[in-house]
């Protein structure tokens, strides 16, 4: 609590006003004149409010760690999560999302609320020779693909253009949509499926055959859309179909300079898609950000002590240039965080960390005087100082709360943050009741998190926060 003194003069009167306020920011009181023209203290208030540089990691943003490494998800509000086609359905028609959900403490994460960044795969490269789809499956497609061992590694990759395994990829799809696609649990789903890794390319060098032209690839595109409505789609190259369908788009060579520079050319400028041989089948969309999301991973190719140490200010600025939001599952969250006491180490992360995604405030607020049914109006304005919007239009309610913290009333404030980006302000407007209370109250602001239905998202403000809701005023 603090207080100022306000001193006016008035017919040779000293009158002596003084007001206690909260400790949210610096407050300023509104004036006006009676009809008798003696100046008097009006009951708005207006509070300016100070923005933050805390690091914070907030739901939807920040580092994706696999999904089966419990200590390092801890630290995150993501997990990244894998699925190979033989993992999905090991026999025609049983899926086993029992075992995907235990081997990935998918119900600890889900009741936690934390949020999966999920990629489907056909092909993974490893140290040994095997397959990534079902045997039932690779004797349908009569072997159709070829086994490969080449630089990336071993493994079998199949005929993308084969009908057949075009057609049990959409059910396999489907299916993965009906058991996690009924809410936002599965937050981004990166387009996987096709190429080593998912990555839309393969080793044709070694005479694997190529990636399929347009029309095909729109095969395994289309599933996603009707499987995932609650999640953001993200496509490794900025494709026709990614612009139109307004897809976001992922990097998996984060931190190698060559590599991501090569990608932004592709964001900014389009090119030819030599994978399936086609020309300009890259497009411009350089605004993507804006309106969807941009994830992928750090590259392997180089050390994370180059990236996050030596280089760490080309990285951190690679990331802002690309509206980085997340990235995983290599990340520099690795298991039980054996790099504690690296200072020069945790400096490179937490600017990694402020480097992506969002940072939502407030500005400032201004309360009307309450009127006498104990209602009033809050304005506030909100702002991002983040390189990113917030992907989701989350609930954002305005509460009052009693001298326990109790909830007294809540009220639906009307907005899409997922509008509000760097350098924009968005100011609203909503009527409230104290819910009787003329004291002891506390006017607090929180987003919500749907799947958890509680407040979520931490604002960068320096105000103080009561279980993530941000105190705005209080009258003890």
């Known amino acids: 609590m603090d207080s100022r003194i306000h001193k006016f003069l008035h017919s040779g009167l000293v009158l002596l006003l003084a007001v206690a306020v909260s400790g949210c920011g610096k407050q300023e009181l509104r004036y006006t004149n009676s009809e008798g023209n003696v100046l008097f203290f ?7 409010f100070e923005l933050g540089e805390e690091v914070i990691v907030n739901p ?7 999904a089966y490494c419990a200590d390092s998800v801890e630290q995150c509000t993501l997990a990244y999560l894998d699925i190979t086609f ?5 026999e025609e028609g049983v899926f086993d999302f029992k075992s995907i959900e235990k081997e990935n403490n998918l119900d600890r994460w889900r009741t936690e609320g934390k949020h999966i960044v999920f990629r489907f795969i056909c092909d993974l490269p490893s140290d040994e020779a095997h397959m990534d789809i079902p045997d039932w499956l690779y004797r349908k497609i009569s072997g159709d693909g070829k086994e490969y061992d080449i630089p990336y590694g071993k493994g079998f990759s199949p005929n993308y253009s084969n009908e057949i395994f075009i057609e049990y990829y959409a059910k396999a799809i489907k299916k ?3 058991y996690f696609g009924k809410d936002n649990f599965f937050s981004y789903i990166e387009l996987g499926s096709l190429g080593h890794w998912g990555e839309w390319h393969v080793y044709y060098e070694d005479g694997l055959p190529r990636i399929p032209p347009e029309s095909i690839r729109e095969k395994y595109i289309t599933p996603y859309k009707s499987a995932f409505p609650n999640a953001k789609l993200l496509m490794r190259r900025p494709f026709k179909v990614a612009k139109e369908n307004s897809f976001g788009l992922f990097n998996d060579m984060a931190g190698n300079p060559d590599s991501t520079q090569e990608w932004l050319d592709w964001i900014n400028n389009g090119g030819d898609y030599n994978q399936a041989n086609e020309q300009d089948a890259l497009v411009p969309m350089n605004n993507a950000w804006q309106s969807a999301p941009i994830g992928g991973e750090f590259t392997s190719s180089l050390s994370m002590d180059w990236m996050l140490k030596t280089n760490i200010t080309q990285t951190a ?4 240039d690309s509206h980085t939001t997340f990235l995983g599952p290599k990340c520099p969250i ?3 965080n054996p790099r504690i006491g690296d200072k020069l180490y945790e400096q490179g992360i937490n600017a990694v960390i402020k480097s992506m995604g969002y940072r939502l405030g407030i500005s400032k607020s201004v309360i009307s005087k309450p009127k006498s049914d104990g209602t009033a109006i809050i304005e506030l304005s909100w702002v991002n100082k983040g390189v990113a919007p917030l992907y989701f239009d989350l609930p954002v309610k305005l509460f009052i709360l009693d001298k326990n913290n ?4 809540s009220t639906e404030i009307e907005v899409d ?3 509000l980006t760097h350098g924009k302000t968005i100011k609203t407007n909503t009527l409230f009741s104290l819910g009787g209370m003329k004291s002891g109250y506390k006017i607090c602001v929180a987003i919500i998190d749907p799947m958890i239905n509680k407040p979520a998202v931490r604002l960068i403000n320096t105000a103080e926060n009561i279980d993530k809701m941000m105190l705005i005023h209080q009258k003890m």
Request: no cysteine; aromatic share 6%; charged share 20%.
């Open 417 to 419: 943050l997922s509008q």
């Open 86 to 90: 033989r993992e999905l359905e090991p």
């Open 317 to 320: 600025s690679m990331l802002a």
């Open 176 to 178: 993965l949509g009906e």
């Open 406 to 409: 109790s909830v007294i009333t």
């Open 60 to 66: 939807f943003m920040g580092f994706a760690p696999d």
């Open 42 to 48: 009006k009951n708005d208030v207006s509070i300016t």
């Open 334 to 336: 690795s298991s039980g």
